[in-house]
């Protein structure tokens, strides 16, 4: 064997040149003989100063694994040792870090009772690769089918099943096996067969892509819902891919979120409460029926002005207040009792009761507020406050008469028995003496008796006549003229003890009968005038003010004073005396406070012993009385 | 017959005619010899036995009290003399008034050491029975 120049033979010829196969024939141990000019090319042979056998001058790959091929490995060698031509053989070869690939044709051949080899091969390099990208793909495909919970079929337009994808074989109805070119309608009832049928050929005739949900009415998969989706496969003519996914979690929460919605719009739109979705800045979103009922306006009246604009003056801030606070998340809601402007004009009391709505981030987004009429139960809680007034005076009232009554029992048992016993007392000691001189002065007591007898008939006569008050004549009373007149009765008093009388009348005038309020005046005087302190001149000070319930009239005096914690209950009774040293009959304060509480007023009285008195009248005047009781 | 002998009697009454007859009846009664004191107001008394001790007698002495008088009830002279232990073991106290009221009535339980009720009107034969049943 000889090698040319540079070891390696060129094929010269002509065609052989032009070919886009390279053509290589070696000698039995694998020695290059000739190659041509597209094999130099291809696996670009040079000679080297060590050897020129294909094995050792490239190393081969192998195309299934990408493994390093030993040279008994290769093709060439097999043909030789199997004595067997190789037919399209693809193999690597490593250039610039990238696969080269060829498919090569190895045949024996005899010449000159040698063995070689003919090797032609071409280069394959970019279909490999493109298959490799393919099969990258089929391998992303298969992943991704795999992240999916759904079945994917290939069917054709007669429904018949052709391939399928699933990361969950369990998933299947059938095996493959058994539903591989069969149709829909072999397969599955007609009451899915044939709609699944219809949306299969709508879809290739719209070109589009179409869905179903069904619910099965298979055993293993009793009540659980499936949405099938039919796509055209546009590369495949007739042929849709078949998309089933289970629904039912998610057909489930659309139920549940259907059932709550429902739930929530019965109970806002058929409440009996006025409810309204109002925004942060007070605008009303959305309401029901029932709020127009109590307010008056309309949705859409209620939905372009504030909530501010019909609400009291008096209740806007407490009510802005609270809803600050709510946006701010202090509080979580509160109710409150305030009034809303009707439409018509007037006011309605109600109970509002307002949450806050918050998204995930926390920020409010809108007030739930909920409105009750309560004017009704307002209004009935005025009248039973202004019966529980009214009631109240007739309590009072009746509690004087009772007081009264019993008073005047004491006054039969005291006042009246006392001196009828002494009458008969001295009756009979006249009857059985002898001694004329006893008969004489026990007659002159009976005189007496008969006297005072009279005298208290007569006090008590006074007071008969305030209980039966019918025929009193209310007139206006200027206080500073009927202080003038009753003044003019303890004139020689006034002198004698030098008494100085000041006078502040800041109610002038009073709707009163005129002897009473005389009679209550001179009684008040001739009390602060008599029992007087013998050390100080008496200084007498009378005032009238206006109060909120009438006007008060006040007597004070620097006299000696009462001991009130021992008598005040006994002080404004029948013939009592709290002044040792003074001849008085007691009568005057039980005759004033009759006159003044016959007629709705108070008397009272402070005082501190050897510093003075102050009677206090307060006067309830007809004008006072009237609206009062009208409450 | 020495003090020692006298009987000492207390009127407490406001009503002066009342004052008058009761002291017509005692004159005419003459087991034994009377000393009769009579005020009218239970204030005015309290000052006299504070400044005379009326139980030097061998009799003891016999007090009638009015309940409605000015300034201090006859009940509230009992509350006074509730405390004054020694008087009231030495004396007899009676309650004179033309009240039938209850609460009188009631009132007089609430003083054991009272010895009795007298009602107006009242004859001087009543009195003298409680005179001579004493001693």
């Not at chain 1, 190659?35 to 094995?55: I, M, P, V, Y």
């Not at chain 1, 279909?127 to 990208?133: G, S």
């Not at chain 1, 096996?177 to 049928?197: G, H, R, Y």
């Not at chain 1, 402070?606 to 003075?612: A, F, L, R, V, W």
Request: aromatic share 10%; net charge negative.
């Amino acid at each position: 064997m000889h090698l040319q120049r540079d070891s390696l033979s060129v094929l010269s010829d002509q065609t052989v040149n032009t070919r886009l196969e390279g053509l290589i024939t070696t000698t039995d141990d694998g020695t290059i003989l000739l190659f041509n000019k597209r094999a130099q090319e291809l696996l670009d042979l040079e000679s080297t100063a060590t050897t020129n056998k294909l094995h050792d001058l490239i190393t081969f790959y192998s195309a299934d694994d990408l493994s390093e091929l030993s040279p008994t490995e290769t093709p060439f060698f097999s043909a030789l040792s199997k004595n067997q031509n190789q037919n399209e053989i693809i193999l690597g070869r490593k250039k610039d870090q990238e696969f080269r690939w060829y498919q090569f044709n190895v045949h024996l051949t005899i010449e000159d009772n040698k063995k070689g080899l003919s090797i032609s091969f071409i280069d394959v390099s970019k279909l490999v690769n493109k298959n490799r990208v393919l099969e990258d793909k089929q391998h992303q495909l298969q992943l991704l089918v795999a992240s999916l919970n759904d079945l994917v079929f290939e069917v054709t337009d007669t429904g018949v099943f052709k391939n399928y994808w699933t990361n969950n074989p369990d998933l299947l109805f059938y095996t493959p096996e058994e539903f591989l070119n069969k149709s829909l309608t072999e397969l599955f009832p007609p009451d899915l067969a044939v709609p699944a049928l219809q949306l299969i050929q709508s879809s290739l005739k719209l070109d589009r892509e179409l869905k179903m949900d069904f619910q099965s009415n298979l055993k293993e998969h009793k009540d659980k819902w499936y949405r099938l989706q039919i796509k055209p496969i546009h590369r495949a003519l007739n042929r849709v891919a078949l998309v089933i996914s289970d629904i039912t979690k998610q057909v489930e929460s659309n139920e549940k979120s259907k059932f709550n919605e429902h739930k929530f719009n019965q109970a806002f739109y058929l409440s009996g409460l006025g409810i309204s979705l109002t925004s942060l800045e007070g605008y009303c979103i959305e309401s029901n029926n029932m709020l127009t009922k109590i307010l008056g306006y309309s949705h859409e009246e209620m939905s372009t002005t504030k909530f501010t604009d019909r609400t009291h003056p008096d209740d806007i801030d407490k009510d802005v207040e609270l809803r600050e606070k709510l946006v701010r998340g202090e509080i979580e809601a509160f109710t409150l009792q305030k009034r809303y402007l009707h439409k018509l004009g007037h006011f309605v009391w109600c109970s509002v009761t307002v949450a806050a709505v918050f998204d995930n981030a926390n920020t409010a987004q809108f007030l739930i507020v909920q409105v009750q009429d309560i004017s009704e139960s307002k209004k009935n809680i005025e009248i039973l406050k202004r019966q529980k007034i009214e009631s109240d005076l007739v309590k009072i009232d009746l509690e004087t008469k009772i007081r009264q009554l019993e008073e005047f029992a004491n006054i039969l048992a005291h006042d009246l028995k006392g001196p009828l016993s002494n009458i008969q007392m001295l009756i009979d000691e006249i009857k059985v003496t002898d001694d004329e001189k006893i008969k004489a002065d026990f007659m002159n007591l009976l005189d007496i008796s008969s006297d005072n007898l009279t005298e208290t008939l007569h006090d008590l006569g006074g007071i008969l006549d305030i209980k039966s008050n019918n025929s009193l004549i209310y007139e206006q009373c200027n206080f500073l003229d009927v202080f003038k007149k009753v003044q003019q009765q303890f004139l020689e008093e006034i002198q004698q003890k030098n008494a100085t009388i000041s006078i502040e009348f800041n109610v002038k005038d009073i709707y009163y009968p005129k002897i009473y309020l005389e009679s209550i005046l001179s009684n008040l005087l001739s009390n602060a005038l008599r029992f007087t302190a013998k050390d100080r001149a008496p200084r007498i000070e009378i005032h009238t003010h206006l109060e909120q319930e009438g006007t008060l009239l006040t007597v004070k005096d620097n006299g000696l004073g009462i001991n009130l914690p021992k008598y005040k209950s006994e002080l404004f009774m029948f013939k009592k005396v709290f002044h040792r040293g003074f001849e008085t009959k007691g009568v005057g304060l039980f005759l004033i406070r009759y006159q003044i509480e016959s007629l709705g007023g108070k008397i009272d009285v402070q005082s501190k012993i050897d510093s003075g008195s102050t009677f206090y009248v307060k006067f309830l005047e007809k004008a006072y009385k009237d609206p009062l009781i009208q409450l | 017959m020495t003090p020692e002998t006298k009987r000492t009697i207390i009127l407490i009454d406001d009503n002066a005619i009342l004052r008058t007859i009761f002291g017509h009846m005692l004159q005419g009664f003459t087991d034994y010899e009377i000393d009769f004191h009579s005020f009218k107001n239970a204030l005015d008394a309290l000052d006299f036995l504070d400044n005379n001790d009326i139980c030097q007698s061998l009799m003891p002495p016999i007090l009638f009290v009015d309940i409605n008088m000015p300034f201090m009830t006859g009940w509230e002279l009992m509350d006074v003399l509730e405390n004054r232990t020694d008087f009231i073991k030495r004396t007899k106290i009676f309650i004179v008034s033309s009240s039938t009221s209850k609460s009188d009535q009631e009132q007089l339980a609430n003083y054991p050491f009272i010895s009795g009720f007298i009602l107006k009107p009242f004859g001087k034969e009543s009195i003298y029975e409680i005179l001579k049943k004493i001693d």
